[in-house]
């Protein structure tokens, strides 16, 4: 039981974020486990769960540079963003880090406006990979906003490899 706490309390696996302690080793590996930073004990709204690429990449974002990546934000799902929003309010880093819940969702008519422009320019043989890669983004967007099917999801990032 020794040998459990003292691993737990080991500061090379976890990291501080406002009251809490994440950690890192589960974090590189997909995977949220909060604990508070006085008591290492669970937080009951933010359970231990497998997150995404993005997600995990917006935290470490954070850790580095102590700004929030509004752009990172708005490529999570929904169901990721509000997870993130608990986690910024609950550790009391909302006025610290300035979050501001609005900026990380796009609005849907921006959304699929900025598509069909995209669209237009991959029609008329425009090949520019970068062109390519934010047409990607925005079907992304598109589908986390349940906008276009799985299936219509994947057919269009087949078509546009």
């Given at each position: ?47 231990r769960q497998n997150v995404s690429n993005d997600f995990v ?28 929003k608990t986690l910024i309010m609950k550790s009391g880093l ?68």
């Open positions: 039981m020794k040998y459990f706490e003292t691993n737990l309390k080991c500061q090379d696996n976890y990291k501080e974020f406002g009251k809490f302690m994440i950690n890192m080793k589960l974090l590189y590996e997909n995977i949220l486990l909060c604990k508070y930073k006085k008591s290492y004990a669970p937080i009951p709204q933010i359970r990449d917006e935290l470490i974002y954070i850790f580095d540079t102590g700004k929030i990546d509004y752009e990172k934000l708005r490529e999570l799902s929904d169901t990721e963003n509000n997870l993130f909302f006025d610290n880090l300035k979050y501001n819940y609005h900026d990380t969702r796009d609005k849907l008519e921006d959304i699929i406006e900025e598509y069909d422009i995209l669209k237009g320019e991959i029609e008329a043989d425009n090949n520019n990979p970068e062109l390519i890669t934010k047409c990607k983004s925005v079907v992304k967007k598109l589908f986390h906003c349940g906008k276009i099917s799985n299936d219509e999801y994947h057919e269009i990032i087949k078509s546009l490899e």
